[in-house]
């Protein structure tokens, strides 16, 4: 009964290219994104998933499309799996946020786990709801074979919580676009990474 949690971070976007925060601002693949997602689908073609849930942000169900060769419709969408809220900040520079939002942007910097951004998130609310997900996705697909794809922010939480890290323990961990990470989690509950940006 050993589940595998296949986890990947969509491809790039061209706003990815800019640098700005768009955690909610639903934009596509760009060029070098789907190529990414072509490069992953043939490295994980011998895969048979039973399950392939993704993000409900264009780029998220695009990658998971491309990389399980399924129908777009085929994509279970979850929306508790997309990227922090940033509510104002969307489609902004961090240089921007810090010019026009000085006194929250400070705040932030000091408690980023309790701040939210103008009519967006913390990331206690974002984790709660990722925690709510994962726990929902392992529970439903127990002993199966998942292809998880989502976002930066998604991936740090998801392998915090995996691990069972204190919420510190997210900055540990980057999702390379492109490439994908590999879990392994026993009837137990017991996870072991086997794979990590590959």
Known sequence: MMTELYLVRHGETDLNVSGVYYGWTDCSLNEKGLTQAEGLKETLKASAFDAVIASSLKRALETAAIVASCPLAAVIQDERLRELHFGEWEGMHYTEVREKHKDLWDQWGQDWKNTAPPSGESFRDFCSRVEASLEEVLEKHRGKKILLVTHQGCFRVICMLLL????????????EQGKYSLFHIDEKGNVILRKMNC
Do not use: I, Q, S, V
């Open 164 to 175: 069972k890290l204190d919420e510190d323990g997210c900055w540990r961990f980057t999702a």
